[in-house]
């Protein structure tokens, strides 16, 4: 599986951003999905990530109720809405597939990464 990030920019705090990971490949379904995001000085910490089948989702506490993740099979993409964008928010996003049945929240579980998109929230 190859994956396509897209979507980051420059906005300021209180805005949105839709970040978009396109997939390649007819086995995209198949994957859990994750988006991970890494500040400079950082490690790579998990975003969001949601099931194969789009049934379960799991979120950092620090974006529950702003960032919403979501998957389109048919369209082999998917998404980070992420809204109320604070300051804190700013790093490079990735995402990534992984096999299994559970979420797994760990940068270790995941066997396909994206190139990253830049995410940069002014206050």
């Known amino acids: 599986v190859q994956l396509q990030a897209s979507g980051g920019g420059l906005v300021q705090a209180g805005g949105s951003l839709r970040l978009s990971c396109a997939a390649s490949?007819?086995?995209?379904?198949?994957?859990?999905m994750g988006w991970f995001r890494q500040a400079p000085g950082e490690e790579r910490k998990i975003v969001a990530g949601?099931?194969?089948?789009?049934?379960?989702?799991y979120y950092e506490d620090s974006v529950k109720g702003r960032f919403t993740i979501s998957r389109d099979n048919a369209k082999n993409t998917v998404y980070l809405q992420m809204n109320s964008l604070k300051p804190e928010d700013t790093a490079v996003y990735f995402c990534?597939?992984?096999?299994?049945?559970?979420?797994?929240?760990?940068?270790?579980?995941?066997?396909?990464w994206g190139q990253g998109t830049l995410v940069t929230v002014s206050s």
């Open positions: 990534a597939a992984a096999g299994g049945v559970v979420i797994s929240t760990s940068p270790r579980g995941y066997d396909y």
């Open positions: 490949g007819r086995t995209f379904s198949t994957y859990n």
């Open positions: 949601i099931l194969w089948t789009g049934g379960s989702t």
